[in-house]
């Protein structure tokens, strides 16, 4: 069973907890940012679940309910506890009928021994007893994919499950994303399946894919190149004439030859892009209008997140429709827009758009999840956009009121004082108020 938020305040180890909780999720954001290995991330999880709740096991499991099973993909163990990574157990409203509607509402939850096994099926009654379970404790996701992260017999925070259901969220988060791209062959160059196929990413700097690999913006050493093939990325519906170029290329600045100098720069994108490409990126006509090639097949992370907030925004859409585009959106804008190119008005405006666009989706997603009751879902998300925006008053406010929410009234307190500048009186007169009586 789970403690309630005025049990959680009188738990023994509850300043311990808090305190760490912060600190924690903190390393995590910071150690796992960018890495895009959802291997990896899980694995981080896991090992940070064993530390931190001092259990025998952590693991993840994934669900099939159609099939009716779920398998234990991944499992970290202290010496000489057995591990039951790859282990299938069912998981049906028969066979396990409290595991299969905790997951189904995404409840965390703990179970005890013998405290609550009359609680449990026979099945299920005979996992504990197989595994060596005194106390089981488990945060389910179910959202596009299903499943749930477990810790067997926890020494330290039990009860105290707030961080097991942020490290919940962080594997089912990546497992979608990385699900999502593979489906739309942005993941990696494995997924240009044909020569035409090519992904171009821009968020946090530019990376072209083809299925002969990949070159990074530190690897295109042309700035000039770099800023050729955004420009005829962002404008590729139409032929760009050779002076529109130059404005573009070199504003504010007197060139001479600039026919040439166009020339010479598309000359030298096509020579750093040709390891990648059998065939021009950058196509010309008899009259000088460059454009992209019009027989590639182009995917873009920009093209997708603007897809997602599209979709996000829809009247029609249900809020948990909503909810997933805009996690998805989230999840993909990474860092700005080219962020290492600043000064040119075009490039400049692009950039503004798109963090507009996902300051806008994150200021929607983040009620939808309070909601939804996903409080470890709104810390991490509005940590995340914190970063991107640390002035934003609305995302601070859903910040504070996600770590109220996860029993972190010290923490929320502490973060309230330091950046209250930032929120409305209106803001702050709620806050003042779930500070005073947090139920």
Same mark, same amino acid.
């Given at each position: 069973?789970?403690?309630?938020?005025?049990?959680?305040?009188?738990?023994?180890? /509850?300043?311990?907890?808090?305190?760490?909780?912060?600190?924690?999720?903190?390393?995590?954001?910071?150690?796992?940012?960018?890495?895009?290995?959802?291997?990896?991330?899980?694995?981080?999880?896991?090992?940070?679940?064993?530390?931190?709740?001092?259990?025998?096991?952590?693991?993840?499991?994934?669900?099939?309910?159609?099939?009716?099973?779920?398998?234990?993909?991944? @499992?970290?163990?202290?010496?000489?506890?057995?591990?039951? @990574?790859?282990? !299938?157990?069912?998981?049906?409203?028969?066979?396990?009928? /409290?595991?299969? =509607?905790?997951? #189904?509402?995404?409840?965390?939850?703990?179970?005890?021994?013998? @405290?609550?096994?009359?609680?449990?099926?026979? /099945?299920?009654?005979?996992?504990?007893?197989?595994?060596?379970?005194?106390?089981?404790?488990?945060?389910?996701?179910?959202?596009?994919?299903?499943?749930? +992260?477990?810790?067997?017999?926890?020494?330290?925070?039990?009860?105290?499950?707030?961080?097991?259901?942020?490290?919940?969220?962080?594997?089912?988060?990546?497992?979608? &994303?990385?699900?999502?791209?593979?489906?739309?062959? #942005?993941?990696?160059?494995?997924?240009?399946?044909?020569?035409?196929? !090519?992904?171009?990413?821009?968020? =946090?700097?530019?990376?072209?894919?083809?299925?002969?690999?990949?070159?990074?913006?530190?690897?295109?050493?042309?700035?000039?190149?770099?800023?050729?093939?955004?420009?005829?990325?962002?404008?590729?519906?139409?032929?760009?004439?050779?002076?529109?170029?130059?404005?573009?290329?070199?504003?504010?600045?007197?060139?001479?030859?600039?026919?040439?100098?166009?020339?010479?720069?598309?000359?030298?994108?096509?020579?750093?892009?040709?390891? +990648?490409?059998?065939?021009?990126?950058? #196509?010309?006509?008899?009259?000088?209008?460059?454009?992209?090639?019009?027989?590639?097949?182009? !995917?873009?992370?920009?093209?997708?997140?603007?897809?997602?907030?599209?979709?996000?925004?829809?009247?029609?859409?249900?809020?948990? &429709?909503?909810?997933?585009?805009?996690?998805?959106?989230?999840?993909?804008?990474?860092?700005?827009?080219?962020?290492?190119?600043?000064?040119?008005?075009?490039?400049?405006?692009?950039?503004?758009?798109?963090?507009?666009?996902?300051?806008?989706?994150?200021?929607?997603?983040?009620?939808?999840?309070?909601?939804?009751?996903?409080?470890?879902?709104?810390?991490? !998300?509005?940590?995340?956009?914190?970063?991107?925006?640390?002035?934003?008053?609305? #995302?601070?406010?859903?910040?504070?009121?996600?770590? +109220?929410?996860?029993?972190?009234?010290?923490?929320?307190?502490?973060?309230?004082?330091?950046? =209250?500048?930032?929120?409305?009186?209106?803001?702050?007169?709620?806050?003042?108020?779930?500070?005073?009586?947090?139920?």
């Amino acid at each position: 069973m789970l403690t309630t938020p005025q049990e959680k305040q009188n738990h023994p180890q /509850y300043q311990e907890y808090v305190e760490q909780f912060e600190a924690t999720l903190t390393g995590l954001e910071a150690g796992l940012r960018g890495s895009g290995n959802p291997v990896v991330i899980v694995d981080k999880c896991l090992e940070i679940a064993l530390a931190f709740y001092d259990c025998d096991s952590a693991a993840l499991v994934e669900t099939n309910f159609e099939l009716g099973y779920g398998v234990c993909v991944n @499992e970290h163990c202290r010496n000489n506890i057995r591990s039951y @990574e790859g282990r !299938v157990i069912n998981i049906t409203p028969e066979e396990t009928p /409290y595991l299969y =509607g905790k997951i #189904i509402h995404n409840d965390v939850f703990d179970v005890r021994e013998p @405290e609550d096994s009359s609680m449990l099926s026979l /099945y299920e009654n005979g996992l504990m007893h197989k595994m060596g379970i005194q106390v089981l404790a488990v945060a389910p996701y179910y959202k596009r994919t299903s499943g749930y +992260i477990y810790i067997r017999n926890p020494r330290r925070y039990i009860g105290l499950y707030g961080m097991l259901q942020a490290l919940s969220y962080v594997c089912a988060a990546e497992r979608n &994303e990385f699900q999502l791209m593979n489906r739309l062959n #942005i993941t990696s160059q494995k997924e240009c399946r044909t020569d035409r196929d !090519v992904i171009i990413k821009v968020f =946090g700097g530019l990376s072209i894919t083809t299925r002969f690999g990949t070159l990074t913006e530190s690897e295109i050493t042309s700035p000039l190149a770099v800023r050729l093939i955004t420009y005829l990325l962002i404008y590729r519906t139409r032929k760009v004439s050779q002076r529109e170029l130059t404005d573009a290329l070199w504003p504010n600045a007197e060139i001479d030859s600039p026919s040439k100098q166009v020339k010479n720069v598309v000359h030298r994108a096509r020579n750093i892009l040709s390891p +990648i490409f059998p065939d021009n990126l950058v #196509i010309s006509d008899k009259v000088g209008n460059y454009y992209l090639n019009p027989n590639i097949n182009l !995917v873009t992370d920009a093209d997708l997140f603007d897809s997602l907030c599209r979709n996000g925004m829809l009247p029609s859409a249900t809020r948990k &429709e909503k909810i997933h585009y805009l996690r998805q959106a989230a999840n993909l804008y990474e860092h700005e827009f080219l962020p290492n190119y600043v000064g040119d008005s075009w490039l400049d405006n692009m950039r503004a758009y798109y963090h507009l666009s996902y300051i806008k989706a994150i200021l929607e997603l983040l009620p939808l999840l309070y909601q939804e009751q996903a409080y470890s879902e709104m810390y991490s !998300v509005s940590s995340a956009a914190l970063n991107m925006e640390s002035g934003n008053g609305d #995302i601070h406010f859903w910040h504070i009121r996600s770590m +109220i929410c996860l029993g972190g009234f010290d923490i929320a307190q502490k973060h309230y004082l330091q950046y =209250g500048q930032y929120l409305t009186e209106e803001q702050k007169e709620l806050l003042n108020s779930l500070f005073n009586d947090p139920r």
